[in-house]
């Protein structure tokens, strides 16, 4: 498979990706706009341009075929490597068994962070929601104590102060009350993230597009500044599709 077809695969596959999100938005607020999508499609172009470059210039180090490359692989090329159609064909590659260990590794690297990520969410959610639980139920306390306090008798006369602290215990029984909606709301919202995060969290845990893992095969240990703003962007678009992906869960 040559660059070119690489290329085309990889463009496929972006809109295919960025046409969920817009379906996702669609389905949030029926309006389907997602003002970062011009940028995240520019960096998925960009992130693929600069590793398919990088691919075509490190291709005599790395022992693939110039002609398997550019997409002119000839017979003599087809019958040393056996399959004329592939990039890293069995013998057309001294390189490959290197490729392969540094994709499992870096797969095995990503499942331990995504996993790490998920069990840290996990217990900031629950140490929240086991705070506000704590003040819930303090402040029903709160108003059931005021409530057995108050002993007024309606046909008793009142005078203007007992009216002044009748009028401070509704005052103060409102606040207790609008206190606990708002911890009941923060609950629930905290419930709705926890939710949003499980869904994330069996979406990553789906096995790596193969694409995927042959970009991430790409990228080795030797830095030099073009490898290195090329790694800080395909950050950057982890970062901003992890955004999305909140946006389409309702995070």
Known sequence: MSVPEFREILLRETERHLGKLEKAALAEDGTGELPNLPELRRLANSMSDNILNRLTDHAASWGVDA???????NSES???SGEGASLFADGASPGRAQLEA?????????QQRRMEEERRKE???????AEYDTILRQREQELEEVRQAATFDPEAEVSDADAAKMQEFTEQVQRIQGQIE???DAVGKLDGKKKGLEKIEGQQRKAVHPIEALLASTIDG???EEDQALADKIRH????CKRM???AAGA
């Not at 002609?67 to 692989?73: E, L, P, S």
């Not at 994709?103 to 690297?109: D, G, P, Y």
């Open 245 to 247: 992906r909140r946006l």
């Open 123 to 129: 217990e900031v959610l629950s140490r929240f929601k």
């Open 67 to 73: 002609d398997v490359i550019n997409g002119t692989d």
């Open 102 to 110: 540094r994709c499992r590794e870096l797969e095995v690297l990503l």
């Open 78 to 80: 087809k019958e040393r």
């Open 222 to 224: 030797n830095h030099d």
């Open 182 to 184: 708002k911890t009941k």
């Open 237 to 240: 678009g982890e970062q901003v």
